[in-house]
Each structure stands twice: as structure tokens, then as C-alpha cells.
């Protein structure tokens, strides 16, 4: 199946199941993502924090579905509220005999900083809002001696002009971790309107 390209108003994410031979796959399911912009990140997140990976495990959730477990540590908590760790809860993974694979879920490594967006963790098929939109690099830029912000596809956050958050291929460009937590934290201060519908 083809890529959808993310920025399109509606992209549609296909489940693929995979299992060993003699195992019924379960039906094909599919969800919508609509594009969300900054202010509806803020608004519609639980909890926004800052964190670090320090640990992946994958198995069944309390349900028996396969799941794919992130927890966060050293976090800095933005918005809501949280423990000392955070573990977020994606439905896919390695459960067993199944494989459940969807195309633009997140996935992690363990060591890496982000922003996460939460939103329904636990009960939702992803825990981010707007899935790989609630997502946010925090990469060390050694030449300028600051942590900046780059998107889910590692591509620099340069701005935010009106209620959209900018990009460019310039690493130089990022903005710092600093001025995004500014950003959230002015966002959440004085709220830029009426949402879309939807999660």
C-alpha cells in the first residue's frame, strides 16, 4: 500500500495483522487522522510533557491485544499531570504469534527526547493526539549548544506563524526547546479559538 501523504486534511491508516500459520487474522480495521494545528494540540492534549525512552517492552495489554509499551522519564511536565515516569500505551506490536504492524504509528528509540502530545492513553489506538502530529524530536544542537525542535519526520520546527507551525529543512532554523515551551505555555494562557471537531 502507498504512503498517504501526512499533511493531506484526512490520511488513512491501514492495519496490517500478520500471524503464524493455522492463526485467523482479525479484520481489517482503519482509522482517520485529521490534520491538527498548534493550538488544537494544546487544547485537545491531557498531558504534554518533555521526557526521555527508557524502556520499550511489547506484549498484550489487559484485553489480550498486541501492544507496544513507551515509557517516559525525566520528564518535564507542560501541561497536566504526571508521576515520575510516563508509559504510553500504542496498540500493534509483537503479541504471541500475532505481529500487528500499522503504517505511521510512532515508533521509538530507547534514548530519545520528545514532546509528546497526550491524549486517551491507554483506551485509544494511539495515546498522541493527531497520532504522528502530537510527536516532537528534541535533538541537541551542538554547534549552537541547544536542544531544538524537529517533527516526526526529523524536520526542523522553525516558527509558528498564525495557528500553524512552520518547517524547513535548515537544521540552523530550528527553534529551541525553550522558545516551544514558551510557545505551550502562551498557547495555553490565552487559547487561540474554536477547535475542529473530533479527537
Known amino acids: 500500500m502507498s504512503r498517504v501523504p501526512r499533511f493531506l486534511l484526512l490520511a488513512t491508516l491501514a492495519w496490517t495483522v500478520l500471524t503464524l500459520p493455522g492463526l485467523v487474522a482479525p479484520p481489517a480495521l482503519a482509522m482517520v487522522v485529521m490534520q491538527r494545528d498548534f493550538p488544537e494540540l494544546v487544547?485537545?492534549?491531557?498531558q504534554v510533557v518533555v521526557g526521555t525512552v527508557t524502556a520499550i517492552t511489547q506484549g498484550q495489554d489487559e484485553s489480550g491485544a498486541p501492544s507496544t509499551f513507551v515509557t517516559f522519564s525525566d520528564l518535564t511536565v507542560l501541561k497536566g499531570d504526571a508521576g515520575a515516569t510516563l508509559t504510553l500505551k500504542f496498540y500493534g506490536g509483537v503479541a504471541g504469534n500475532v505481529?500487528?504492524?500499522?503504517?505511521?504509528m510512532p515508533t521509538f528509540t530507547l534514548g530519545e527526547r520528545d514532546v509528546v502530545f497526550v491524549a486517551g492513553n491507554g483506551p485509544t489506538v494511539c495515546p498522541l493526539v493527531g497520532v504522528w502530529q502530537g510527536r516532537f524530536h528534541v535533538r541537541h544542537d551542538e554547534t549552537r549548544n541547544t536542544d531544538v525542535i524537529e517533527?516526526?519526520?526529523?524536520?526542523?520546527?522553525?516558527?509558528?506563524?498564525?495557528?500553524?507551525?512552520?518547517?524547513?529543512?535548515?537544521?540552523?532554523?530550528?527553534?529551541t526547546l525553550d522558545v516551544f515551551r514558551q510557545m505551550i505555555a502562551d498557547e495555553l494562557a490565552q487559547p487561540s479559538g474554536p477547535l475542529m471537531p473530533g479527537r
Not at 487544547?43 to 491531557?46: L, M, S
Not at 524536520?155 to 518547517?167: C, D, I, N, Y
Open 43 to 46: 487544547a485537545r492534549a491531557e
Open 151 to 175: 517533527d516526526s519526520d526529523h524536520t526542523p520546527v522553525t516558527g509558528l506563524v498564525g495557528r500553524k507551525l512552520q518547517r524547513a529543512p535548515l537544521r540552523a532554523a530550528a527553534i
Open 99 to 104: 505481529a500487528v504492524m500499522i503504517p505511521d
